[in-house]
């Protein structure tokens, strides 16, 4: 990696100017931010930003004197297939003002960021997609899935009889400074075995247990739990609040699950335990939980759990190192594929052998040999976590099999036992 990123850097498109912000312009930026996403009376959040500032990561379009879009990136880890973690160029805050889109504004701040990015080593660059089809043509595509349940707790009968729970275990209620150390050393150990899972920085957890407010943040304290196996060792959490609810002098509550991170099945199960016997709850609503997670089928009556309505896209990915991305992961089956990658970007442009081992190993490098499947850079996002499948993106006319039966063949290698997932929107 090197060194030779400049700053100080202007980019000039259209008669407007893109350059990083300096600490004393943040709080216009947070201004600019608010604006571009349509709360202009909003508060500003100068001083938290201020505490995330980077040089260099803060980018802003100004038309003059003024700050007419936003952009801020900053380094992540990103855990894949078999417990490994990649750098990541985690892209947050974007805006331009409706007064200056289409002029190439976001272009230019994307294209700085990317290229600083993969100088600086990022295998991947990751985002959350207001919308759907702004980011495909920078080659981001959808990778974790967001998931969840609504339970309808007088039908489900609670958990099934039987389950595994842990001997010696105990679930106690915690404080928010508790939680906020406590949890944060869970997530450490738990991140690390899910795909598509970030890490999470101190002014994360300060800003989610209410040591720090911000204009637009609605923050309640909700009852916090902690699972501690015989041993006392953490091993699960969950948060929820109620909504308290009475019909005719009779309970009809529900119970809003925020946050379920548990390290093994038992302590799932006694969480849930707890979570589906609060008093005059009637109704549980699991806001993110993961798509591989097997909750409803820990219920006596499955059909009691209908899928949330925000299971949709969620983090959105492109690759910027692909041998460097490939080679950190694990696979389901040993084989080999050649990819034949449209990029406009050119990161990941060229032909590459995608090959795993028996052992699970692999790596993607480049060839010459004849493609057997053409894909986008886009569409290369979305198989690399295992979100999609190599089948179902031919189907949908999103890739091309050049050879029959390439794509699944693809779809063994790239198979994974848990689909990505992270609980942590940026």
Not at 13 to 25: C, H, I, K, P, T
Not at 90 to 98: G, K, L, M, R, Y
Not at 273 to 283: A, G, I, N, Q, Y
Not at 389 to 409: D, F, M, Q, V, Y
Request: hydrophobic content about 40%; charged content about 25%.
């Amino acid at each position: 990696m090197g060194n030779s990123i400049d700053h100080t850097t202007v980019d000039t498109v259209s008669g407007l100017q893109v350059r990083a912000v300096s600490v004393d312009e943040v709080e216009e930026w947070s201004r600019a931010l608010n604006f571009g996403f349509l709360r202009p009376d909003a508060g500003l959040a100068s001083d938290l930003l201020r505490r995330r500032f980077e040089p260099g990561r803060m980018l802003a379009g100004f038309d003059g004197e003024r700050q007419i879009a936003t952009f801020r990136s900053f380094d992540a880890e990103l855990t894949v297939p078999g417990g490994a973690v990649v750098p990541a160029d985690a892209i947050t805050n974007v805006t331009v003002s409706s007064t200056h889109r289409r002029r190439g504004v976001l272009s230019t701040m994307m294209r700085r960021d990317l290229a600083a990015a993969a100088e600086r080593g990022s295998a991947v660059a990751i985002l959350i997609a207001a919308e759907y089809n702004i980011y495909g043509r920078f080659g981001f595509g959808p990778a974790t899935r967001g998931g969840g349940w609504n339970i309808d707790l007088r039908r489900s009968g609670g958990p099934r009889e039987g389950l595994p729970g842990v001997p010696g275990g105990r679930i106690d209620f915690v404080t928010m400074a508790e939680l906020r150390e406590l949890g944060s050393d869970l997530h450490e150990r738990w991140r690390r075995t899910q795909p598509g899972a970030i890490d999470r920085d101190a002014v994360w957890w300060e800003r989610h247990v209410g040591e720090i407010r911000v204009p637009g943040d609605d923050f309640k304290e909700p009852f916090a739990a902690l699972h501690r196996d015989a041993d006392g060792t953490v091993t699960g959490l969950v948060t929820y609040r109620i909504t308290n609810k009475w019909d005719h002098a009779c309970p009809d509550c529900t119970l809003v699950v925020d946050e379920f991170i548990a390290l093994d099945l038992p302590t799932a199960v006694e969480l849930w335990r707890l979570v589906l016997s609060v008093d005059w709850v009637s109704r549980v609503d699991v806001r993110k939980l993961g798509p591989s997670d097997p909750l409803p089928l820990l219920l006596q009556d499955p059909r009691a759990a209908t899928p949330h309505e925000d299971n949709s896209d969620m983090m959105w990915l492109r690759l910027l190192d692909v041998e460097a991305a490939f080679a950190a992961r694990t696979y389901g089956a040993p084989g080999r594929v050649v990819l034949e990658v449209d990029d406009k970007f050119g990161y990941a442009s060229g032909r590459w052998a995608l090959e795993a081992d028996e052992d699970g190993t692999g790596r993607c490098v480049r060839t010459t040999d004849d493609a057997d499947i053409a894909l986008g850079a886009s569409q290369l996002g979305s198989l690399y976590l295992g979100a999609e499948t190599a089948s179902k993106l031919a189907s949908a006319a999103l890739i091309t099999e050049l050879r029959p039966g390439a794509a699944a063949a693809a779809d063994l290698l790239l198979g994974t036992s848990a689909q990505a997932w992270t609980p942590t929107e940026f």
